[in-house]
């Protein structure tokens, strides 16, 4: 069997509109050329009767088809309703006859005629003139009268409303051809611009799937090449978070597994007599346990399988910290006294500037957050304050975008760069070879960061090095 061909491709798409498009744009050039054709045919046509008006108006020969001409003893008094527009038609310099000239005056309803912008010349016959005269006046959609007079003969009336009345004149169409040719590039560009939006929307959420609120599948939508780039994408997702499922499984049966042999070996630690020697056995059972632990807890945050809820930012810090405070530990939480939020510029106020927050209830710091994973992150680096920095001052900076959870210790020994090069799973510094720990710390924190829109940074102060943890925020 042949490969099924589905409309909804975006090959097939592109080509259907192609085609519309260009049916649309021979449609409109049909219309076009069709109604200049027309047009120049009437004028040709009303060109024709002027040239053989002349011959009737100063010979006294036969009317052209459609132009009656009747005989007036004076010219008609002109009202304020009527516009008068005055012509002369000269005889050619050329012309070995010498004639007096044929004065039109034109009566119109409607308009006084630019006659100016009609371009004569000394070079035309009084013929060609009179043609182009008529043709001029037929260009307009108006229902002119003219009177005629040569010398000082007897004014004549030229009624010529079957040549050259508005009525008479064929449709013009070719605004109608332009609209339709834009209309059809709209209509394309609209698609293109809303297919490329498809990917472009597909992108972005990719983009945050690991991130607070990211999706764990995408939904099929789209040209069909779309949806097979987001069938794939779904079952690669899907298969990673198997085998991450599966390694925090076996992380966790680990743990488990350990636990029974580790407590048989710290009850048979305690009959060392020899306390050094016990010392060490512990620690390095504490040390085996700890690893597998923060191994395991590095696995679980990668998985990202809490729930999002909203959250006061700031009395979940407050209470972290007095969890250290009351066992002892120097922990202490500084409300910032200048804590500020971004006010935008409006109509009355176009600058931008930072409005100051008045009110307790305005301190409360809302975001979406996962408070178990926060808690540990937050937890992790008062740990790694205290552990490099003795003590941890903890605050809290927002915008109406970002929540910043500063964390400043007194430590010296580390800068912000090495700081940051210690995100990566596995690493410590120079100076932790004394200090207990795994290397997995700054690298949950940072994916915790990443989880919720935000990012870990270090900054070197006057007292130590100050860690960073910022996150998106919920605007209430």
Same mark, same amino acid.
């Given at each position: 069997?042949?490969?099924?061909?589905?409309?909804?491709? @975006?090959?097939?798409?592109?080509?259907?509109?192609?085609?519309?498009?260009?049916?649309?744009?021979?449609?409109?050039?049909?219309?076009?050329?069709?109604?200049?054709?027309?047009?120049?045919?009437? @004028? %040709?046509?009303? =060109?024709?009767?002027? #040239?053989?008006? =002349?011959?009737?108006?100063?010979?006294?020969?036969?009317?052209?088809?459609?132009?009656?001409?009747?005989?007036?003893?004076?010219?008609?008094?002109?009202?304020?309703?009527? #516009?008068?527009?005055?012509?002369?038609?000269?005889? $050619?310099?050329?012309?070995?006859?010498?004639?007096?000239?044929?004065?039109?005056?034109?009566?119109?309803? /409607? @308009?006084? #005629?630019?006659?100016?912008?009609?371009?004569?010349?000394?070079? +035309?016959?009084?013929?060609?003139?009179?043609?182009?005269?008529?043709?001029?006046? *037929?260009?307009?959609?108006?229902?002119?009268?003219? =009177?005629?007079?040569?010398?000082?003969?007897?004014? @004549?009336?030229?009624?010529?409303?079957?040549?050259?009345?508005?009525?008479?004149?064929?449709?013009?169409?070719?605004?109608?051809?332009?609209?339709?040719?834009?209309?059809?590039?709209?209509?394309?560009?609209?698609?293109?611009?809303?297919?490329?939006?498809?990917? *472009?929307?597909? *992108?972005?959420?990719?983009?945050?799937?690991?991130?607070?609120?990211? $999706?764990?599948?995408?939904?099929?939508?789209?040209?069909?090449?779309?949806?097979?780039? !987001?069938?794939?994408?779904?079952?690669?997702?899907?298969?990673?978070?198997?085998?991450?499922?599966?390694?925090?499984?076996?992380?966790?049966?680990?743990?488990?597994?350990?636990?029974?042999?580790?407590?048989?070996?710290?009850?048979?630690?305690?009959?060392?007599? /020899?306390?050094?020697?016990?010392?060490?056995?512990?620690? /390095?059972?504490?040390?085996?346990?700890?690893?597998?632990?923060?191994?395991?807890?590095?696995?679980?945050?990668? !998985?990202?399988?809490?729930?999002?809820?909203?959250?006061?930012?700031?009395?979940?810090?407050? %209470?972290?910290?007095?969890?250290?405070?009351?066992?002892?530990?120097?922990?202490?939480?500084?409300?910032?006294?200048?804590?500020?939020?971004?006010?935008?510029?409006?109509?009355?106020?176009?600058?931008?500037?930072?409005?100051?927050?008045? *009110?307790?209830?305005?301190?409360?710091?809302?975001?979406?957050?996962?408070?178990?994973?926060?808690?540990?992150?937050?937890?992790?680096?008062?740990?790694?304050?205290?552990?490099?920095?003795?003590?941890?001052?903890?605050?809290?900076? &927002?915008?109406?975008?970002?929540?910043?959870?500063?964390?400043? /210790?007194?430590?010296?020994?580390?800068?912000?760069?090495? +700081?940051?090069?210690?995100?990566?799973?596995?690493?410590?510094?120079?100076?932790?070879? =004394?200090?207990?720990?795994?290397?997995?710390?700054?690298?949950?924190?940072?994916?915790?960061?990443?989880?919720?829109?935000? &990012?870990?940074?270090?900054?070197?102060?006057?007292?130590?090095?100050?860690?960073?943890?910022?996150?998106?925020?919920?605007?209430?």
């Amino acid at each position: 069997m042949g490969k099924r061909i589905s409309f909804s491709s @975006l090959k097939i798409t592109a080509l259907i509109w192609c085609t519309c498009a260009l049916l649309a744009g021979m449609i409109s050039v049909l219309i076009w050329t069709s109604s200049n054709a027309a047009w120049n045919r009437y @004028l %040709s046509q009303s =060109y024709q009767t002027g #040239y053989e008006l =002349y011959d009737t108006l100063t010979n006294n020969g036969p009317a052209p088809v459609g132009v009656v001409v009747d005989t007036h003893s004076k010219l008609p008094t002109s009202s304020t309703t009527v #516009y008068p527009t005055i012509v002369s038609i000269r005889p $050619h310099q050329g012309s070995p006859i010498q004639s007096s000239p044929l004065q039109l005056i034109i009566h119109s309803t /409607d @308009l006084k #005629y630019p006659i100016a912008k009609l371009a004569q010349g000394t070079d +035309l016959t009084p013929p060609q003139q009179l043609g182009n005269v008529i043709k001029f006046l *037929s260009g307009f959609c108006s229902n002119p009268v003219l =009177y005629t007079q040569r010398a000082d003969q007897t004014w @004549l009336r030229v009624n010529g409303s079957q040549v050259w009345a508005c009525s008479n004149a064929p449709g013009d169409y070719r605004l109608l051809a332009a609209a339709i040719l834009m209309i059809s590039v709209m209509i394309l560009i609209v698609q293109v611009d809303e297919t490329s939006a498809k990917f *472009s929307r597909f *992108s972005a959420a990719l983009k945050n799937q690991g991130r607070l609120g990211g $999706h764990q599948t995408f939904d099929t939508v789209g040209p069909q090449e779309l949806r097979e780039i !987001i069938e794939t994408v779904n079952d690669y997702l899907a298969l990673e978070r198997d085998k991450l499922s599966k390694r925090a499984m076996v992380m966790s049966g680990v743990s488990h597994d350990l636990g029974t042999p580790a407590t048989r070996l710290r009850l048979r630690t305690a009959l060392i007599e /020899d306390d050094e020697l016990r010392q060490r056995l512990e620690s /390095d059972i504490d040390q085996m346990t700890n690893m597998i632990e923060g191994v395991l807890t590095y696995t679980r945050s990668e !998985i990202d399988s809490e729930e999002t809820t909203r959250i006061s930012l700031t009395s979940l810090v407050e %209470s972290v910290c007095a969890d250290y405070a009351d066992v002892g530990r120097p922990v202490v939480f500084e409300q910032t006294p200048d804590d500020e939020i971004d006010s935008t510029g409006s109509v009355f106020n176009a600058r931008a500037h930072p409005a100051p927050m008045l *009110s307790e209830d305005a301190r409360r710091v809302l975001v979406n957050a996962r408070p178990m994973a926060m808690q540990r992150a937050m937890t992790n680096l008062i740990d790694n304050a205290l552990k490099y920095g003795r003590r941890a001052t903890v605050s809290i900076t &927002t915008t109406s975008t970002i929540a910043t959870i500063i964390v400043e /210790d007194e430590g010296n020994a580390l800068t912000a760069l090495q +700081l940051d090069a210690l995100t990566g799973p596995f690493l410590r510094g120079a100076n932790s070879n =004394y200090i207990e720990g795994t290397g997995l710390g700054l690298t949950i924190v940072s994916t915790i960061a990443k989880q919720h829109q935000g &990012t870990l940074s270090f900054e070197k102060t006057s007292r130590g090095v100050c860690a960073k943890l910022s996150i998106g925020r919920l605007n209430r």
